[in-house]
């Protein structure tokens, strides 16, 4: 994403994950995990949207790591349909706050704890929302970018009669995104009366609204942190 951006191969169920993570220049205010789109599509960790997303945290002053998922650049097994790169996803932040924050001198393990996603990377992070849930690992921000809600199986953020996923959640989606229809992201939402920003005229990568995008989750996570 920059020349600071350092990638690695961390440890995870099936073999190596390689991560990009970029560092805030002073001491971090939290840590956020951002997921890349549909692997077996094209999705890595350097697509624009999910660089972007990192963006917004590293501008609000987060260490944003993006892993690669499985089968992805350097990271071993091959695409799981969400299961096993959730898992990955966890795998992640566990040695992230357990080996390389503290090896790196990065103190984030009573930081505030983000997770962010685009499209299939929507989906996982939701599904990795719910397992720190039910892990009783608080998480504080979870941002949705246009969420794969007709192709994966997306559990509800803020399910009734229970706690929401995140202490604060933002689901992002693009008025003409034609892989992704609006209509489906409302039918989901709806029962869980769950807002949705509403982008006018963006399409499914948002393109030409990258920095719209990178200022809201900016706007949002910043003035609610």
Do not use: Y
């Not at 499209?119 to 969420?147: D, E, I, K, N, P």
């Not at 489906?184 to 982008?199: I, Y």
């Amino acid at each position: 994403m920059n020349a600071q951006t350092r990638r690695l191969l961390v440890d995870g169920p099936v073999g190596p994950i390689e991560v990009a993570i970029d560092a805030p220049a002073g001491p971090p205010r939290g840590l956020a995990l951002v997921a890349h789109p549909h692997p077996l599509f094209g999705g890595t960790l350097d697509n624009k949207v999910a660089q972007t997303l990192a963006r917004a945290w590293l501008q609000l002053g987060f260490v944003a790591v993006r892993p690669n998922f499985r089968g992805v650049g350097g990271t071993a097994g091959s695409f799981d349909h969400g299961v096993g790169e959730t898992d990955d996803l966890l795998a992640v932040l566990d040695h992230f706050t357990l080996q390389i924050a503290p090896q790196a001198g990065l103190e984030v393990h009573d930081l505030p704890l983000a997770l962010a996603g685009f499209s299939f990377g929507a989906a996982v992070a939701a599904r990795g929302a719910q397992a720190l849930q039910q892990r009783g690992v608080a998480l504080q921000h979870l941002t949705l970018v246009g969420t794969a809600v007709t192709r994966f199986d997306v559990p509800s953020i803020k399910p009734a009669n229970a706690a929401p996923l995140a202490q604060r959640l933002l689901v992002l989606h693009g008025e003409q995104d034609d892989v992704v229809p609006l209509p489906a992201v409302l039918d989901w939402a709806r029962p869980q009366q769950l807002p949705v920003v509403v982008f006018p005229g963006a399409g499914h990568f948002f393109h030409g609204l990258l920095l719209p995008l990178r200022d809201w989750v900016c706007h949002w996570h910043g003035a609610v942190s």
